[in-house]
């Protein structure tokens, strides 16, 4: 069993960062690819990045703008996110899988009640 709590959203004028953490209960966090995935309004949840030992992937949407990275002496995975956008508005969530498909949130099995973010223009 693992547990997720994620923390960080918040209001941000566009162009502006904020990070969002990710906290898992759990001896064998270290095993689990992590994902971050978004929700907005009326619309489905979405992939936007994920982290398993040292491969990285992000959604085209936010790449070369947010970073995933983990710290498994914490286990905590993070999400740096920079040049915000008003279409980045959404209720961010944390998972985790021991599946191969990281991109899918079928495949994940545990996930974190979400944080806000809203960005303004």
């Known amino acids: 069993q693992v547990q997720l709590v994620e923390s960080g959203g918040g209001l941000v004028q566009a162009g502006g960062s904020l990070r969002l953490s990710c906290a898992a209960s759990?001896?064998?966090?270290?095993?689990?690819?992590m994902g971050w995935f978004r929700q907005a309004p009326g619309k489905e949840r979405e992939f936007v990045a994920t982290?398993?030992?040292?491969?990285?992937a992000y959604a085209n949407s936010v790449k070369g703008r947010f970073t995933i990275s983990r710290d498994n002496a914490k286990n905590t995975v993070y999400l740096q996110m920079n040049s915000l956008k008003p279409e980045d508005t959404a209720a961010y969530y944390c998972?985790?899988?021991?599946?191969?498909?990281?991109?899918?949130?079928?495949?994940?099995?545990?996930w974190g009640q979400g944080t806000q973010v809203a960005v303004s223009s």
């Open positions: 998972a985790a899988t021991l599946g191969v498909d990281v991109t899918t949130p079928g495949s994940y099995d545990y």
């Open positions: 759990g001896r064998t966090f270290s095993n689990y690819a």
């Open positions: 982290i398993r030992r040292t491969m990285l």
